[in-house]
């Protein structure tokens, strides 16, 4: 059974930073794409940052490129977001996936299986 589990939001003001962390366990880490995804009130869900499973190839949502940087370390089965620079449109329940669609460094896709995406975790960022 795939469990997948964010941790790492909260409040923060506008120009602080954060760091998200998640695991995936019933599974071989190491040998799936991952990403973190958000949605905001109102809006649809949306890929954020996204990594390949030997974590040659990364993508980055242009409003975030340059201030959030996606890593993993496949010995600990965990994936990471850290979030510098954060701003209010900032604001919105971030998601962790695995077993993506697909990634590139110009566009990624989550998993079409429910199972694969954790519960979110939710980042406020006060003006």
Known sequence: QV????????LVQAGGSLTLSCT?????FGAYAM????????KEREGV??????????????????RFTISRDNSKNTL?????SLKPEDTAIYY???????VSTVACRGPS??????????????S
């Open 24 to 28: 995936a366990s019933g599974l071989t």
């Open 3 to 10: 469990q997948v589990v964010e941790s790492g939001g909260g």
């Open 49 to 66: 940052s996204c990594i390949g499973a030997a974590s040659g190839i990364t993508y980055h949502a242009d409003t975030v490129q340059g």
């Open 35 to 42: 990403g973190w995804f958000r949605q905001a009130p109102g």
């Open 96 to 102: 962790c996936a695995t077993r993506l669609s697909s």
């Open 113 to 126: 299986d429910p199972t694969s995406w954790g519960r979110g975790t939710q980042i406020t960022v006060s």
């Open 80 to 84: 990471y977001l850290q979030m510098n």
